[in-house]
């Protein structure tokens, strides 16, 4: 009896151990999905008593017999090896579904790799737009939501003459300015994260677009769904220095003995310490320090900057400049945009709990706090060569 419940044992083992395949689809059955684009669409809806607006989404679909080439083949370029489709719907669901309806095959989402969204539709709310993609599990939570100044459709219409891919180019610049430290690092699933907390208020990368080109352009700001405004790419340098303490971008100043020239220092490291501190009147104060390191990468003068007093002066400068240029940015976000998107209210949350647990309204004590802030520059090199005085 044993023996026999042994073998029976035995063959249920083997016979689900050869089921792996059940569901599998040839990758020519699928519609692979690169890129998604958002827009309102220019239709009026037949007895649309809610005056909803209806979306356009464009789905930017690869051509699986055009990504490979044979052996002396030149690869495709662009248009070749995409196509993008457009399909109007009441939400994302419904448009999608009009837009397997005019499919051979199902849709995938699990190659997605960028969310393009426009800036009407981000600042009418973002919430029930983005309801379908945090429900469908296959969805790329790591893939980037992007805002383009110009229609989306545009956007995923635009390829540049070194793309071979337009989606997999968006993809490649992101890295590339990450690395660099010249874009914010705001994936999906940390834009998702912000927009369910209230100690802290989302952000996006800005995209912009022209005849052949992508470009980054800042940061669209937004306080809980809505986008309430942008930085441009000197504000975002100052963001990223901030709220993810990483370094990136230049600092240009004046010149120590010449007022008209300027020096232009790189940076390439920061060190930061943040806590924050509650006043007698109730309010919240930010104190901010911070050590910044780079190296003078350009000099329009003749300053001898290997005189240790004209170097100390130096430091001193971009410091301050640096200071002002933090300041501006938080009297910015904080005044007009009223939205926290350093992340002030998580550090409350975090270093004063018993506090945040009596705090309704986190916005209006944010616009209440103080900032600050004090910097200290280190200047690592000043070049190869330097202007000595005869």
Known sequence: MKKSLSILMLIVLT????????????????????????????????????????????????????????????LPMGEETVWNITAVGRNVAMALMHLKERLQHRIFLGHIRVLVINE????????VHLNYFRNN??????SYLLISE?????VLNTFPKTAPIQ??????????????????DIPFIEFIIRLVNKGIDPVAVLIDCTENNLKNSGLAVFRG?????????????NYIQIAEKRIGGLEVVRDVEDEL??????????QSKMRPILLDNGRFRFMVDLLVEGKSIYQETQTDYENSILFRQLEERVSKEFIKEIERLF?????????????????????????????????????????NLSCRARIRRIGMSTFKQK
């Open 137 to 142: 599990p296959e969805f790329r939570r790591l």
């Open 261 to 270: 020239g300027r020096v232009i220092v790189e940076f390439s490291g920061l």
């Open 120 to 127: 009407e539709v981000a600042r009418d709310g973002l919430n």
């Open 331 to 371: 009297y910015l976000v904080q005044h007009k945009y009223q939205a926290d998107i350093f992340g002030f209210g998580e550090m409350v949350r975090a270093y004063k709990p018993e506090e945040w647990e009596k705090i309704e309204s986190w916005h209006k004590k944010f616009i209440e706090a103080d900032l």
């Open 15 to 74: 016979i689900s151990s050869l089921t792996g395949c059940w569901d599998l689809k040839d990758i020519d059955q699928r519609a692979i999905i690169l890129a998604i684009g958002i827009d309102y669409a220019d239709v009026a809806r037949p007895n649309n008593f809610e005056q909803r607006n209806m979306i356009k989404l464009t789905a930017q679909l690869a051509i699986p017999q055009k990504l490979g080439g044979g052996a002396g083949q030149q």
């Open 225 to 237: 769904e809505k986008m309430v405004g942008k930085l441009n790419i000197e504000e975002t340098w």
């Open 150 to 154: 110009k229609p989306a459709e545009r």
């Open 167 to 184: 989606a997999l180019y968006l993809m490649n610049m992101i890295e590339s300015e990450l690395n660099s430290g010249t874009m914010a």
